[in-house]
């Protein structure tokens, strides 16, 4: 079992900044694959970015290419940084882990976090 954490949500005025942190526990024998999915009131969750372990290997939805960046601190957390945030960003985001980058792309064998609310205001 894996328990994943994220931390880092809060209300910010559009065009600011902020950092989502996950972490990762429990099996220590994987190496993982972490990634970002949000969930807006009314839609459906949607990917957000995912970074691989075992490489560089990043991918972003087009709504959030060049404003975040997703990196790892170490093999078992991943931060989140979004920059020129947009009323709608807001969302409750949620940290995906998986042992297969790809599996994590589908939303197979991944393991998810409770979530953290990110609200920009206009």
């Known amino acids: 079992q894996v328990q994943v954490v994220e931390s880092g949500g809060g209300l910010v005025q559009a065009g600011g900044s902020l950092r989502l942190s996950c972490a990762a526990s429990?099996?220590?024998?994987?190496?993982?694959?972490m990634g970002w999915f949000r969930q807006a009131p009314g839609k459906e969750r949607e990917f957000v970015a995912a970074?691989?372990?075992?490489?560089?290997?990043t991918q972003y939805a087009d709504s959030v290419k060049g404003r975040f960046t997703i990196s790892r601190a170490n093999a078992n957390f991943v931060y989140l940084q979004m920059n020129s945030l947009k009323p709608e960003d807001t969302a409750t985001y949620y940290c995906?882990?998986?042992?297969?980058?790809?599996?994590?792309?589908?939303?197979?064998?991944?393991?998810w976090g409770q979530g953290t609310q990110v609200t920009v205001s206009s």
């Open positions: 995906a882990v998986s042992t297969n980058y790809y599996h994590l792309l589908s939303r197979q064998n991944t393991y």
């Open positions: 429990g099996r220590t024998d994987s190496a993982y694959a």
């Open positions: 970074r691989a372990w075992s490489s560089s290997i």
